[in-house]
Every structure is written in structure tokens, then in C-alpha cells.
């Protein structure tokens, strides 16, 4: 759906939760009347959309990344967790007392002397403050979330694309799913020495396939698609600079366009799209 243009897969799936049209295992809600109940906190539980957004996370920015784990801290979830000594202190249904709060702020500001303690007015939005800053610090230094990155930029197909690489996978496949299934499971992976992942994270399609540890057989139809995406991608990103729309004639003629290179892809490059697409999906 072209929605997916404007907003986040995350966004809207936090909007189809709240409307009611998907439910998450870790709510485990069921319906009484015209409210939900969630079952795993006995309590009535009316569903807050989180602010949080990847892009901030996965920004290679650290006021961005700062953002995103604080929105986070907001509105947990399943996203957020912190153990303290082995014992779970932050989520979804785990909220510590302010005395356990400035115990912990003490230990961590190693402040014994009553008069030398650090006592916020809200001892718990100071150790989630404590967190955040100290956690985004890390992840901006270290090369996690631009490897994790890397990976996910594996997936040029989104879930629309995959089922009709699928298809025509498995029409190349004399209609045996079977068949299909076993070349993915024995799909050749690209030997190298290593691979060299957040150091910049790749850019453009062509880019983010080099991060992908499956062999690329050569296959005209493939380079085209990723050359069409490549195209589309570029004026997707000016429209978006630019607060317009994007134009509904180009976007139904590039997708006319990649409907008609998927008719010719190659099992081998079929199966390049999907194992990459799977990789991806690993990681999100």
C-alpha cells in the first residue's frame, strides 16, 4: 500500500492495534463490552500509539537516536526493557517504586553520604534519563544498530514485491513449491573473508546489495529492477525535501515497469531477491 511511502511499517502498525485490527501477543487482550482487558496485568488497558520511530533509531544521528530511545521509555511495550543485577526494573508491566529508583541512581552515582546524594523531584523520569543518555551514547559509538542496518537495507522487494518474486519462482518452478522452497534452503552464500558492515552503512540499492552475503548471478531483468528502484527511490526523496505528493502516474508506471522484470527474472535471481529479503526480515 503506498501509505507505506509517507509513514513507517512501525507507525502504522501501532495504528492497526489501536483500531483494534491486530493484536499483539504481548497484550494478550481480550474484549469485554466496548473495552479491552488486558489479561497478563488484570488491569483495563486502552492502547496508547508510541511516538517512537525507527528512523530516529537507525539515523546515525545522536540527538535522533537520544529521541528515539526516549520515546521509547514513554511508552514501552515490548521495545523497552532494563534489568538492574538480573532483575527485569523497566517494560511493559515492570515499574519500580520511586525508592527502588533512587537506590538505584545512588548506586550508580555511588553517593552514600546522605548529604551528598542527588534526590530528583521524580526519581524514576531521572534514572530513564540516566539510561537513555548513556544508552544512546554507547549505540552512537559502537557499530550495532549500522550493522543491523546493513542488513535490513537487504530488502529492496517489501513484503508485496516478495510474494510476486515468489510467484514467478515458483511458475519457473513448474508450479512445485516444493521445488522452489529447496532452492531458497539451498540458496549459495558468497564466500569472503569477512564482511565489512557499519562503517557507513551502503547506500543506494545496488550499494546494499554489496553487504549481502548471497552470491549475485548475472541476470538482465535483476539489474533493471534495481535500477528502476534506485529511480524511484531518488524521486521519492524529493518529494519528500519538497512536502509534495508523489506523482500517481509515475509511481504506476514504475510498478508496471518492475511487474514486467519480475516476468523475467531467473530462479537464481529470484532466489537472490528472496534469501535477501529474508535476511532482512531477520533483523526488523
Avoid at 553520604?113 to 542527588?118: I, M, V
Avoid at 514485491?161 to 522452497?181: F, K, M, Q
Avoid at 509534495?244 to 502516474?249: F, L, M, N, W, Y
Amino acid at each position: 500500500h503506498r501509505c507505506k511511502y509517507r509513514r513507517t511499517r512501525y507507525s502504522l502498525q501501532q495504528e492497526l492495534i489501536r483500531i483494534g485490527h491486530v493484536q499483539k501477543g504481548w497484550r494478550r487482550t481480550k474484549t469485554e463490552g466496548d473495552e479491552q482487558v488486558t489479561e497478563s496485568s488484570n488491569k483495563r488497558d486502552v492502547f496508547n500509539p508510541s511516538n517512537y520511530s525507527p528512523l530516529d533509531l537507525f539515523s546515525q544521528n545522536p540527538a535522533r537516536i537520544r529521541k528515539a530511545l526516549t520515546d521509547l521509555s514513554h511508552n514501552m511495550q515490548n521495545n523497552f526493557r532494563v534489568w538492574c543485577n538480573g532483575k527485569q526494573i523497566f517494560g511493559e508491566y515492570e515499574d519500580p517504586t520511586e525508592n527502588e529508583c533512587q537506590r538505584i541512581l545512588d548506586d550508580i552515582f555511588h553517593h552514600s553520604d546522605a548529604d551528598e546524594r542527588f534526590i530528583p523531584s521524580n526519581a524514576k523520569s531521572a534514572l530513564l534519563n540516566v539510561i537513555t543518555r548513556t544508552a544512546s551514547q554507547v549505540l552512537d559509538r559502537e557499530s550495532l544498530l549500522s550493522n543491523i542496518l546493513s542488513m535490513q537495507r537487504l530488502d529492496v522487494i517489501d513484503g508485496d514485491g516478495a510474494v510476486r518474486v515468489y510467484e514467478r519462482l515458483v511458475r519457473l518452478c513448474e508450479g512445485s513449491d516444493v521445488e522452489a522452497e529447496k532452492l531458497l534452503d539451498e540458496a549459495s552464500l558468497l564466500v569472503r573473508d569477512g564482511l565489512v558492515l557499519g562503517e557507513g552503512a551502503p547506500s543506494g540499492v545496488h550499494g546494499c546489495c554489496d553487504s549481502s552475503p548471497y552470491i549475485k548471478h548475472d541476470c538482465h531483468s535483476l539489474d533493471h529492477i534495481l535500477d528502476e528502484i534506485i529511480q524511484f527511490q531518488t524521486h521519492l526523496s524529493e518529494w519528500t525535501k519538497e512536502g509534495s505528493r508523489p506523482d500517481e502516474e509515475f509511481m504506476d508506471a514504475s510498478h508496471a515497469q518492475c511487474i514486467e522484470y519480475v516476468n523475467n527474472l531467473s530462479k537464481e535471481a529470484c532466489v537472490y531477491l528472496l534469501q535477501n529479503w529474508l535476511l532482512s526480515l531477520a533483523l526488523c
